[in-house]
């Protein structure tokens, strides 16, 4: 295994144009522990000391470093509440502490802790990439596909209310659907089926499938009660 070790962003996207093979590593949750002998030739770009983890204020919102940890989220006074209950959602304090906003974000996994609960505060990712820096919204991102660009921060544009759910037999089981809402804004993270970004009835475009979270009609008929009785 190789692991490198730039000085500054721009080092770092320079490595991964020269290395497209190569991953980000931050907290190393996800990516570690799917290490076996076979990957003996990884090679990984280390950006955890080179990223910002603070969360503070700016202009009507909050800024999260792409380094702020899961558990860093949850304790956060100036985020709201179902924003932090979304960190909580990894329910081992060892992952917690480990894991980051931007491991999370870029795995953009449909059981995805915290990417329902970004969209519902109309969240922006600020990238940096061999191209430059762009600003990009949390969906937009996801539907990109993009694994080239660092997520340097997350701005959190609506400090709104707002409802985080998680639905797996159990805390540290696999999610059957992640869901949140703010205001207007709905997302919902369906496992082996995809997000859904609108309105309360986004989900209804999904073709949900079955697998050992539970059946698609199962799925579906969480998401259609997730938020049966907001109006
Ligand atoms: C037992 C277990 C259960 C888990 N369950 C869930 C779950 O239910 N839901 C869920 O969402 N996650 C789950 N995870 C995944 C993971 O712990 C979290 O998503 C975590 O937040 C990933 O962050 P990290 O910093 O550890 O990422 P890493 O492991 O360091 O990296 C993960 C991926 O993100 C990329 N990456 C990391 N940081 C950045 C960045 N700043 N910019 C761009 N790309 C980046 C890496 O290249 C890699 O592809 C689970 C992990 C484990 C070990």
Redesign the pocket.
């Known amino acids: 295994m190789i692991i490198l070790h730039p000085e500054s962003l721009e080092a770092a996207v320079e490595m991964k144009r020269q290395f497209p093979q190569s991953?980000?590593?931050?907290?190393?949750?996800?990516?570690?522990?799917l290490l076996s002998g076979k990957d003996k030739d990884s090679c990984f770009i280390d950006?955890s000391k080179i990223?910002s983890a603070e969360i503070r204020k700016e202009g009507d919102g909050v800024r999260i470093g792409?380094?702020a940890k899961?558990a860093d989220i949850a304790r956060s006074e100036i985020l709201p509440e179902f924003i932090r209950k979304s960190a909580g959602f990894?329910s081992s304090l060892q992952?917690r502490e480990?894991?980051?906003?931007?491991?999370?974000v870029?795995?953009a996994?449909f059981?995805?802790?915290?990417i329902p609960s970004l969209f519902a505060s109309d969240a922006v990712l600020s990238l940096i990439s061999a191209d430059g820096t762009r600003d990009l919204q949390v969906d937009e991102y996801v539907l990109s596909g993009d694994k080239d660009?660092?997520?340097e921060s997350v701005y959190i544009r609506s400090l709104s209310d707002g409802e985080a759910k998680r639905f797996a037999r159990a805390s540290h089981a696999?999610?059957a659907l992640t869901a949140a809402h703010s205001g207007k804004r709905y997302a919902y993270g369906i496992s082996g089926s995809g997000f859904a970004f609108g309105d309360k009835d986004s989900y209804s475009t999904v073709d949900f499938s079955t697998d050992l979270t539970g059946s698609g009609d199962y799925k579906r008929y969480l998401a259609s009660v997730s938020f049966k009785e907001v109006r």
């Open positions: 991953s980000y590593l931050s907290g190393g949750t996800a990516l570690l522990s950006i990223l792409g380094a899961l990894q992952l480990q894991a980051t906003i931007g491991g999370n870029a795995l996994r059981d995805s802790y915290m660009s660092i997520i696999h999610a």
